[in-house]
């Protein structure tokens, strides 16, 4: 009998183990897992149900959540239900919906807006104790409300991106993505028309501009935030890099003469597939030679093209590895890696002279988004420091009370003050009297750098970046239009995209 109940005892302990153990693996260490899920409808009650915290630009709620008369309780809006204004901020806020999907801030955020951070236990302790309902903190944005319309307005029609920044803290003022979206249309409390209206988006792709005149599409979709989430070929804006790198290591000065033919031959190639010349076939100087200044002034391809293949691949992937363009970073929605050749697989000569000379005038494999390209500007504008952006600058709670601030952090020192000297000269050069006088400002001077990346099959895509005031600049910026060009004069970087960046500039100095 003693035997038997031993057995017996030795059976429910198990059991109340097994019990416990799998409580426990449910309760805390798949917990978030499960709450996260889709499927728990339970959850996503949970979190409607509840007054979710505003997003905040400019001291005006661009994102609040209504109370109604339904199952979930609050009906989460933006810009007060205006599509028009939604559209302006949807690349940045996301959207919050009954299917349990959320983009964006909404995402990135959540923790803050839900009331769930672990900053404000003292809050949900209080709701514990007191039965009160849990309300979300509001997340205040660095965007500038005048400089994000400027920027939209700017854009017009164009597919393609615009983001700013102050390059002495590396606040974001501005971020526009086009095409964008209405995230009020997602948000319904009807799961069905919410999945609906959410795969309608998904599937659509602009049609964008080819050489060859076949009907080609976008990679992005509207909701994808361009600036951040879409790279592109950089083009000559790349060749602030290539200068930075030569100027750094090896040396060089804005008054230096380096070569400038009116053919490259590519180093390891022969004939005429290896041969590139510059825009238009045009010759950049009939001696064959020119200052550093001057070629970066007219945005001379062959000069850079021998200038990377002088600074090398070791070089120019320091310099890239240097701006931290290898590193995903969170401002605090992530943001996506650049590709430069020799940190990729998949092609045989990655790391061939060929590839690194192209990559100085950013062709071949290089590829960046808008963002990483204003933070060459910023580098520039902030005497070689780069500053690490950031989009949220303060959170508060429902009883408005300050939970964070976000301080100003240096991210990287990609090359010296002197070279940021040096590279000011130049790019003051670019707007004054060469490619880029489309970013003048009247009273201001400017310093820019424009861009025409081929992207074959597809028309170029051309780029803008630029800071201002140069002598004490309040802003850096970077526009690209996504195969928005023709190969003509009159459709590169700097007819289409440096107007659009000076208007950027002009709102931000103005604010």
């Not at 976000?406 to 490619?435: C, H, I, Q, W």
Request: with cysteine; glycine share 10%; net charge negative.
């Amino acid at each position: 009998m003693n035997t038997t109940l031993r057995r017996l005892s030795t059976v429910v302990m198990a059991m109340f183990l097994a019990l416990m153990v799998s409580t426990t693996w449910i309760q805390f260490v798949t917990a978030n897992d499960l709450n996260e899920d889709p499927r728990n409808f339970r959850n996503i009650y949970s979190e409607l149900g509840r007054d979710r915290g505003p997003i905040v630009v400019g001291g005006e709620p661009i994102v609040t959540s209504e109370e109604v008369d339904d199952d979930y309780k609050y009906q989460r809006t933006y810009s007060g239900g205006d599509a028009g204004a939604a559209s302006v901020y949807a690349p940045l806020t996301g959207f919050f919906a009954v299917t349990g999907t959320y983009t964006g801030l909404e995402r990135f955020a959540n923790g803050y807006l839900g009331g769930e951070d672990d900053s404000l236990w003292l809050d949900r302790l209080q709701n514990l104790i007191t039965g009160e309902e849990a309300q979300g903190s509001s997340v205040e944005l660095t965007i500038d409300p005048k400089v994000q319309q400027a920027a939209w307005d700017a854009l017009g029609d164009y597919t393609g991106a615009a983001v700013a920044l102050d390059p002495k803290t590396g606040a974001i003022l501005a971020m526009v993505s086009k095409p964008s979206f209405d995230p009020n249309a997602i948000a319904v409390h009807n799961a069905g028309d919410a999945t609906a209206a959410y795969n309608e988006l998904l599937n659509q792709k602009p049609q964008v501009n080819s050489e060859d005149g076949e009907e080609r599409f976008s990679t992005y979709g509207p909701t994808i935030n361009r600036t951040i989430n879409a790279t592109f070929p950089p083009g000559s804006a790349f060749k602030l890099l290539t200068s930075a790198a030569a100027i750094e290591y090896n040396g060089v000065t804005p008054g230096s003469e380096i070569p400038a033919p009116d053919v490259y031959q590519l180093p390891g190639t022969t004939g005429p597939n290896g041969q590139v010349g510059n825009f238009g076939g045009e010759s950049c100087d009939a001696s064959g030679k020119m200052t550093l200044k001057a070629a970066l002034a007219i945005s001379c391809n062959t000069a850079f093209l021998d200038l990377a293949n002088e600074v090398g691949k070791d070089g120019m992937q320091r310099m890239f590895e240097d701006f931290g363009f290898t590193e995903s970073l969170e401002i605090p929605m992530s943001t996506t890696i650049g590709a430069y050749p020799g940190l990729i697989g998949g092609e045989e000569d990655d790391d061939s002279a060929a590839r690194v000379s192209l990559s100085g005038i950013g062709q071949g494999s290089v590829r960046m988004t808008p963002l990483q390209v204003a933070m060459i500007s910023a580098a520039v504008a902030n005497d070689g420091d780069l500053m690490e952006p950031y989009l949220i600058q303060s959170v508060r709670d429902s009883d408005l009370e300050l939970v964070s601030q976000t301080k100003p952090s240096r991210y990287k020192s990609p090359f010296s003050s002197s070279t940021a000297d040096a590279l000011t000269e130049m790019m003051v050069e670019v707007v004054n009297e060469g490619s880029g006088k489309g970013a003048q400002i009247q009273g201001v001077q400017v310093a820019g750098k424009t861009g025409t990346a081929e992207d074959n099959p597809r028309s170029p895509t051309l780029w803008f970046t630029s800071f201002a005031p140069s002598e004490d600049p309040q802003v850096a910026v970077a526009v690209v239009l996504e195969n928005e060009g023709q190969s003509t004069n009159e459709t590169t970087g700097g007819a289409l995209a440096s107007p659009i960046a000076r208007q950027i500039m002009q709102a931000a100095i103005s604010r």
